[in-house]
């Protein structure tokens, strides 16, 4: 099969009633210019949470003309995500915990705020308590139809505040995130996250209000409130979710496995595994391959462009354990990329 | 079985996945001294909607102090709802169509607006198109996860938007629709009707911008967008929901029904039986006997208040299709209401 599996075992339930669910959020940490290619420019990435959901969706964008890109043109990975469900179709449900531009679409709203530069300002403690709590009931209320979900992520600068959390809680996390860039600007992301964990409040709450991006804080509240078992879809910024759910109730972990691909456990700038293994949480990553790919803005891939986003890991791993193989999902992939393209 | 059925068959679908979804609104119709109850002044029925949501999922309010109450002090039939929910354990979707207080609560948003006072503004054309376009989205992605949808809403004033859309689109709707009181203010309700029907635009959407609340319209949008069997629970507000749907779609009324309960059917001042004729659409009715209940607060639904809302009269009916008598349901709305009232 596709998919490899680090750091223990864990095992998709087989017929379990699955659901895909994106968090979508913002953080003014990716208007820090350099910090993050998820978006054409800096400004543009406050439209690709939006954007990532839309596609995800429906298959075009409406908050801006095309899909999202890296300022050298790269796609989304968001066409990923949406090549597997649609191969396995699967409900898919945006939760907005909070997102300076709102997709034009039926979105869950989880009452939060768009997150502040992490250097400066603090979300309110109230706020990440609502973030948390409305989190809660909905992983509750999803419990009563589904068995297992599949949660995935869209926030540009994700990972820096994903470091910012992890470092928080007193991991050894310092430049161990991943980049959607080959070029991975460490110094930078460590500057911002040395800046602003000084002066650190020690209640748990006003720390996670300090650092943590809005998606994190609703990603572990529905996790949290679900009953079933929970795939943690992207890279290095799902251990900053899985750190914090640890946090409030460490044997949620038991239930919980991160998703991600082949391209970030590959990268040399970032150790995923490290990460999880001090939290204690094991990791699935689908084996996709596009060296082969008719698409240069695939091929890419392979030379740790992009790596992962919108669940993309998660979603393909989802698609090979129902019986597809990585190959029919680059076709699908590549079916998607050329309709966007031409 | 504690069910009857009017105006045609349907048949529940057994061992279909079910969802319930409540959709909410606000129109500022509700705002005009005496024509509706549901609030306990005009300025309160801007927060029914939301507390009510509010009190389905979580068994209390956040946005105001107590459950939502009449002016005389009778608790919502949100009650009813929520009993016969903690019985058959469904999955339940809040939807926001456009309320002015919004509950606290991960809840769907569709991105419509409040709904104005009918004789003098109008919905923009765009925002009930979007309404309707992301509810077919929402319908389209719960087709995903469900068979069987029963859709119910809360939006005090709803019954006089509901007799303005079926005039609106032509239909002998004059006095025939509900009140939540046992004094239905008819001539009020004329009144501002026949106001807000004067100078009618003939397009279609335009119209339903200018009659229909926001509730209406995502209801709508929802039904025409799922693909399994629909339960539209509430009284005759929902006959006016099966309206649109049909301008929309005739063929998708072959799988709707009305839910709603014996105390509509009952009613004296309306007539929901010639409405659903009209539109030719069949009738489920929870034969509950509030009677012999220990509560006097539950006792005067037998002389005609309350009757229904957010969908008391369908959760009741998938209740009682599950196995669960009529008056196992007031035994659990009874403990509910003694919790609530002590």
């Known amino acids: ?95 907005n915990a909070g997102s300076r531009v709102k997709p034009n679409l039926p979105f869950i709203d989880l009452g939060g705020e768009p997150g502040k530069d992490i250097r400066r300002g603090s979300m309110e403690r109230e706020t990440a308590d609502r973030l948390i709590k409305n989190g809660i009931t909905l ?107 640890k946090e409030f109730d460490k044997e949620k972990l038991k239930n919980i496995v991160i998703g991600t691909t082949k391209w970030i456990i590959n990268d040399p700038s970032s150790d995923i595994l490290s990460l999880a293994k001090d939290i204690g949480i094991p990791i699935l990553a689908a084996w996709l391959d596009f060296s082969n790919s008719r698409f240069e803005g695939l091929k890419v891939y392979e030379r740790g462009y992009v790596k992962e986003g919108v669940g993309a890991g998660g979603s393909s791993i989802y698609a090979i354990s129902k019986g597809y193989t990585a190959t029919q999902i680059l076709q699908k992939v590549e079916e998607i990329y050329e309709s966007i393209t031409k």
């Open 139 to 245: 992983g509750e209320e999803l419990s009563n139809a589904f068995d297992f979900l599949i949660i995935g992520e869209s926030i540009p600068a994700g990972t820096t505040t994903a470091m910012a959390v992890l470092v928080g809680l007193g991991y050894d996390a310092l430049d161990k995130v991943s980049s959607a860039s080959p070029e991975n600007p460490k110094d930078l992301k460590r500057r911002v996250v040395l800046e602003a964990i000084k002066d650190l409040p020690s209640e748990l709450l006003l720390k996670l209000a300090k650092l943590s991006d809005p998606m994190l804080l609703g990603v572990a509240g529905i996790a949290l409130g679900f009953k079933g078992k929970i795939m943690l879809a992207g890279g290095t910024q799902m251990t900053a979710a899985a750190a914090i759910i």
């Open 1 to 95: 099969m596709d998919i490899k599996t680090f750091n223990g075992d864990f095992f998709i339930p087989s017929n379990a009633k699955t659901a895909f669910v994106l968090v979508i959020a913002t953080t003014d940490v990716s208007l820090i210019p350099g910090i993050t290619v998820a978006g054409a420019t800096p400004e543009l990435t406050h439209f690709t949470p939006a954007a990532d959901a839309e596609f995800l969706i429906k298959g075009k964008c409406f908050v801006i003309n095309t899909v999202p890109v890296t300022p050298t043109g790269i796609p989304t990975p968001a066409i990923i995500s949406r090549a597997s469900l649609e191969l396995v179709k699967i409900p898919k449900f945006v939760v």
